[in-house]
């Protein structure tokens, strides 16, 4: 199949190597399905010519975007189109009205674009910033807030799509009716039709028409089959089929392009929990707090309440609620203070009309309001932590009318204790009848998949049978519902809905088994069994949060992949299988999974269950290791070596100026073909090496703060460019604190001293001890066991030190409890700035606050002390990590070029005064993905604070 493809696209956006696609082979339902082949098209001419390909050679094909559907909706053993790479574009339009994007963008990056207008979009799904506007348009995806008024069918304004026939129509084009109407003939007079049946549909069931039926389903979220409700809103057949094709998870067109209204932003909010007896008691508490103006309605079971109560920070009024105990947590925001305080009295007034069991305080805190929501946000994450290894969680999402909404829970609890799901929890958004619940299961045997096929049915019988209610109220139809739209819809519209497939895709090779499914049993059918691997990434549920966040995306493989490849390797290992296959895969893991991971952690930061899957990375590094012992010697003659270190900076530096940047490159990729090894590259942008800190060591007595320049500031800590004054970084540093009038003590015999980041990245585990060891007790002394703060000049050697108690022995943990490190970010915010006179320089900045600055929660600081040094300060909406890794830019540059490249797009399109970071790894890697000079943020201040 690959030479046809190739006919289509370029080789390097065709992956059909058996590692691809197994790492595709999930997404984050409990399916799996492996494709033939993924391509990654970037035009819409591409998507035309994979049309037509699908359709001669009887390959299905599946669209994905960041493929984090609970369904099976974005899975296939086809042709999967990953859209994520190339489809990225967006504009903001008419003041801020409406927003228009690619398929391939996440929907938080759009929300934070808009925010600065004071707008945002309508959807807003749990995974916004995980999930990508093709998928969220796809779904009709909604989320707390939104309810039926604000999702992507109500705020759609116009789009761009492609049918399978080839077909591509602009609709905001005025004449886009008249275009459809005479280019598609049979498709607009197939879709007036299909309107036609609806409305002469004389069929009662429960004395409704279909078209009553329909009116009244989609007053609850229903997003079970195709929405209807298009044929009854709309009249020209243009517009119907924009709404049905949101919502069609894919299976009747592909959406190259949105336009949606945009929504004020509400920047006011007044947040508070309360507490019930009982779940009926909670629900009759949903109609008056929806009524008094809450937003946010969002119910928790005790069991939820349980999953959570454990949690740092969370109320701990939760672990004394009683059996039985249901809380419901409001929330009222709004865009003025006035409308706010019209939202106040309201709550004060209808929580005396409510049984409580615990007083409520409302809050418009933000601290306390995150406090609050910690444990909603949370459920998912402790649950999925703490199923037993090896099984899946199932999230389900199914909408009851409100006014059942206690026996339905009631019901659903019932269930779960008939099935043994006594972790099961139940919560949602009550203020549209809409719950979740999660339950974990294993499909490793065909019991366990008939146990759960038997479990769903019932489900499916409350659901639908008893209280009429839908069977996917958020998250899609997909593959796990498909079964049962008939049963929820009956005959007559389920045939409407059918029919309608066969009119955009006669074919039937577009998403197949989404949405329509003949099988009965394809909700249990191609299931995912996730191997053991390691504990560090067993509770892994593959929901993909992760993959925005991971400099690799664009390059090799996300988190989620990595373990999903795992996964595999291990199963393909316990089945016996092809030891070829399993060569193959490991072959390219190395690459793929292991040199190009980045080890920055930003992913543990997305993860609901905390993984940071560098960590495991690391493992796997430390396992190829052969011996510690050479690395333990650069420890401990590491004064030496820095040494040598500089000495290569300094010649590297006067071969450049002989025989260029590419001819110092060239001696590298040579010497890598000779040694079979990859070796460091030189790049324009390596700094300089700095003077002898003894010049620098400030001998009075007097000392408030240590100094510990980083190994790597000590080496190529002077950037020679007249933004700096062509000054190091220990200069400058010392500068301003004199400044500040503040005695900032360089040790003696800093040199030499490591925080061991170098040596845990490539896995010597026992040298990077033994480097923290030796730093750690020389930061004793010189802080005279702990009285002085530490300052450190490299944010990620800081975060390195300030994370590391569980890598030291107890007596390095003892002494690293007692002493205070500060970043430099830290120090300049808290204790320099106050105490000096600052005159804003007249300029515009722009600032990378890099990967650690962000875990230490520092970006904001950074950005305090710009705003307070220059004219206006930005960071860019696309900041990501710049994978530079330490060296990791040097020896793999091509994964700094990947990692940087939408960042580097937007921070192009205008000139800044200044470009500022707090590590000089991430100010090489960015000086050479923009071509700017990036160096610290101390510049700036030593700019700003001059007299």
């Excluded at 016996?576 to 193959?584: F, H, K, L, V, Y």
């Excluded at 990859?678 to 942008?685: M, V």
């Excluded at 360089?746 to 030499?752: C, D, R, V, Y």
């Excluded at 200044?914 to 590590?919: C, F, I, R």
């Amino acid at each position: 199949m690959t030479p046809s493809l190739a006919a289509i696209l370029p080789a390097s956006r065709i992956r059909d190597r058996l590692i691809d696609r197994i790492a595709y082979a999930n997404d984050a339902s409990y399916f799996r399905l492996v494709p033939q082949a993924v391509v990654q098209p970037n035009s819409i001419g591409e998507i035309q010519a994979l049309f037509q390909f699908s359709q001669q050679n009887r390959i299905p094909m599946t669209f994905r975007a960041a493929g984090t559907s609970l369904s099976g909706q974005a899975v296939t053993d086809g042709i999967l189109v990953d859209i994520s790479k190339h489809w990225g574009d967006y504009s903001v339009e008419e003041n801020a009205g409406k927003i228009r994007f690619q398929p391939g963008i996440v929907g938080g990056f759009i929300n934070n674009v808009l925010k600065p207008h004071g707008r945002r979009i309508g959807p807003d799904p749990a995974s916004i910033d995980a999930c990508m506007m093709g998928g969220i348009l796809a779904n009709n995806s909604s989320g707390m807030c939104c309810g039926t008024t604000e999702n992507s069918y109500k705020t759609i304004h116009s789009m761009t799509f492609v049918l399978p026939n080839g077909f591509v129509l602009d609709t905001s084009r005025p004449d886009a009716h008249k275009i459809f109407e005479n280019e598609q003939p049979h498709i607009a007079k197939g879709l007036l039709e299909l309107k036609q049946r609806i409305l002469n549909s004389n069929a009662k069931y429960k004395n409704e028409t279909l078209a009553e039926k329909i009116r009244r389903r989609y007053q609850m979220k229903n997003n079970n089959g195709y929405l209807l409700n298009a044929f009854l809103d709309f009249e020209h057949p243009l517009d119907i089929l924009i709404h049905l094709l949101i919502g069609s998870e894919g299976t009747l067109g592909f959406i190259a392009e949105g336009v949606l209204h945009t929504l004020p932003d509400y920047t006011y909010k007044y947040t508070g929990q309360m507490y019930f007896k009982n779940i009926r008691d909670a629900a009759a508490a949903v109609y008056p707090i929806k009524q008094s103006g809450a937003r946010a309605v969002e119910v928790m079971d005790r069991e939820s309440l349980r999953s959570v109560e454990h949690l740092p920070g969370v109320p701990a009024i939760l672990k004394e609620l009683p059996a039985g105990a249901t809380a419901i947590l409001a929330e009222y925001q709004a865009s003025d203070s006035e409308t706010m305080l019209q939202f106040k009295k309201e709550a004060g007034r209808v929580i005396h009309e409510l049984k409580l069991i615990h007083d409520v305080n409302f809050t418009d805190d933000p601290i306390a309001q995150a406090a609050l929501w910690k444990p909603r946000k949370g459920i998912i994450a402790s649950v999925g932590a703490m199923r037993p290894r090896g099984t899946t969680s199932v999230n389900e999402d199914v909408a009851f009318p409100v006014q059942h909404l206690a026996d339905a829970v009631t019901d659903l609890r019932h269930l779960f204790d008939d099935f043994g799901y006594t972790e099961g929890v139940i919560f949602g958004h009550a203020k549209d009848g809409n719950l979740h619940f999660l339950v974990n299961q294993a499909f490793d045997t065909p019991e366990q998949i008939q146990f759960f096929d038997k479990f769903l049915r019932e489900m499916v019988g409350i659901v639908s049978g008893k209280y009429d209610g839908s069977l996917k109220a958020e998250h899609g139809t997909g593959r796990n519902m498909a079964p049962f739209v008939e049963t929820e819809w009956g005959a007559e519209a389920y045939a409407i809905m059918r029919d309608l497939k066969s009119l955009l895709d006669p074919d039937g090779m577009l998403n197949p088994g989404v949405l329509i499914n003949d099988n009965p049993q394809a909700h249990v059918t191609h299931l995912k069994s996730l191997a053991l691997v390691a504990p560090e990434i067993d509770k892994c549920i593959e929901c993909g949060f992760c993959e925005s966040k991971c400099p690799s995306r664009r390059l090799t493989l996300t988190p989620r992949q990595r373990i999903v490849v795992q996964r595999e390797l291990a199963s393909m290992r316990l089945a016996a299988s092809d030891s070829a296959e399993i060569d193959s895969v490991s072959k390219d893991f190395t690459y793929a999974g292991i040199d190009t991971c980045a080890l920055d952690g930003l992913c543990g930061t997305a993860c609901p269950v905390g993984i940071d899957t560098g960590k495991f990375i690391k493992r796997l590094r430390a396992e190829e290791v052969k011996s510690n012992k050479s690395a333990e010697w650069v420890v401990e003659n590491f004064g030496v070596v820095e040494k040598l270190v500089g000495v290569g900076v300094s010649l590297g530096h006067t071969a450049e100026k002989i025989i260029g940047v590419n001819g110092v490159k060239s001696i590298s990729v040579i010497a890598e073909k000779v040694t079979g090894s990859r070796l460091p590259k030189w790049n324009k942008s390596i700094p300089h090496s700095p003077k002898k800190l003894s010049v620098l060591r400030d001998l009075r007595d007097e000392k408030e703060f240590i100094y510990f320049p980083s190994c790597i500031s000590r080496q190529l800590g002077t950037p020679q460019l007249p933004i700096t004054n062509y000054q190091s970084l220990a200069e400058t540093f010392i500068t301003i604190a004199n400044r500040a009038n503040i005695n900032l003590h360089i040790p003696a015999n800093a040199a030499g001293h490591c925080c061991g980041m170098p040596f845990s990245s490539k896995g010597y585990k026992s040298a990077y001890q033994a480097a923290l060891h030796k730093t750690l007790t020389q930061m004793w002394d010189w802080s005279e066991h702990g009285k002085y703060p530490i300052v450190i000049d490299t944010t990620s050697c800081t975060h390195t030190l300030k994370t590391c108690g569980d890598d030291l022995t107890p007596e390095d943990k003892e002494i690293w409890n007692q002493l205070t490190i500060l970043d430099g970010v830290e120090f300049l915010h808290d204790h320099v700035l106050p105490k000096l006179e600052i005159h804003p320089v007249d300029e515009e900045v722009i600032l990378h606050p890099n990967c650690s600055a962000r875990k230490l929660n520092l970006d904001a600081k950074m950005f305090a002390i710009a705003k307070q040094c220059a004219k206006n300060a930005v960071v860019p909406f696309a900041l990501g990590c710049c994978a530079f890794a330490g060296d990791r830019g040097l020896t793999h540059p091509e994964l700094t070029a990947s990692a940087t490249e939408k960042e580097t797009a937007e921070i192009l399109k205008r000139d800044y005064d200044g470009y500022y970071s707090s590590n000089i790894t991430c100010e090489i890697g960015m000086k050479e993905a923009t071509g700017k000079d990036y160096v610290s943020i101390v510049y700036l201040v030593e700019k700003a604070s001059r007299p």
